[in-house]
């Protein structure tokens, strides 16, 4: 099994994050449902360029970093499909 290098995760970022910004300018039904709104909570959280990592974030907070984003993306698609009807991507 093949680990990651820093470099991978540097050039994965932007990416996820872009598929993630675009999923939070989806009506996703966040004014009705308080789970959607803590997904996008952390989904605007994530995005802040604060919390983004930077050369000097340590290579396993990148990791966590594009764990949790990609994680939040995941689930946001998943809400996306089921409220346009979409099979599973």
């Known amino acids: 099994?093949?680990?990651s290098t820093r470099k991978d995760m540097d050039a994965s970022l932007p990416e996820?994050?872009?598929?993630?910004?675009?999923?939070?300018?989806?009506?996703?039904?966040?004014d009705e449902d308080e789970d959607?709104?803590?997904?996008?909570?952390k989904g605007y959280r994530l995005l802040d360029l604060q919390n983004r990592p930077t050369a000097?974030?340590?290579s396993f907070g990148a990791?966590?970093?594009?764990?949790d984003a990609?994680?939040?993306t995941r689930r946001l698609l998943w809400i996306y499909t089921?409220?346009?009807g979409l099979g599973a991507p």
């Open 16 to 30: 996820v994050v872009g598929h993630l910004n675009l999923l939070l300018g989806e009506d996703l039904g966040a």
């Open 82 to 84: 089921q409220r346009h």
């Open 1 to 3: 099994m093949a680990t």
């Open 70 to 72: 990609a994680d939040v």
């Open 36 to 41: 959607v709104r803590e997904l996008f909570r």
């Open 63 to 67: 990791f966590i970093y594009l764990r």
């Open 56 to 58: 000097e974030t340590p």
